[in-house]
């Protein structure tokens, strides 16, 4: 899976939010200053392009929708970001931003036990 560019991810963070959208639909809901309509449907056909987007055309018009979830862009780009500024460790990740943010030791304990309830609830469900 490529990578987004800034201006792609925005419109893809639009498009997840919304479902599907005409490109008058993702230019309305942009911050000001809204960037004109042919630069939102230039970028909206380079992700079509990259596999992100697909569409339904109504006559010339067209309707745009995700083909890639959310939860899996995010889940590709962060093992990326972790291998290339943390050497694939997550660990080295989290001590980084334990350290910038200066979590306490408590702040740190909680974050473990809301991982572990997270994994707990993942597990699947063993049949007796």
Wanted: charged share 35%.
């Amino acid at each position: 899976m490529k990578e987004l560019t800034k201006a792609e991810e925005q419109i893809m963070q639009l498009l997840w939010e919304q479902k599907k959208a005409f490109v008058k639909d993702i230019v309305e809901q942009m911050p000001d200053p809204k960037p004109a309509y042919n630069t939102v449907s230039t970028i909206i056909r380079i992700l079509e392009k990259k596999g992100f987007i697909g569409h339904n055309a109504y006559g010339k018009t067209h309707e745009y929708f995700p083909l890639i979830a959310r939860k899996d862009y995010t889940r590709t780009y962060m093992k990326s970001f972790i291998h290339n500024y943390f050497s694939g460790s997550f660990q080295e990740m989290v001590s980084f931003f334990a350290k910038e943010d200066k979590m306490s030791v408590a702040d740190l304990d909680e974050l473990i036990d809301d991982v572990k309830r997270d994994l707990e609830n993942e597990k699947p469900e063993e049949n007796d």
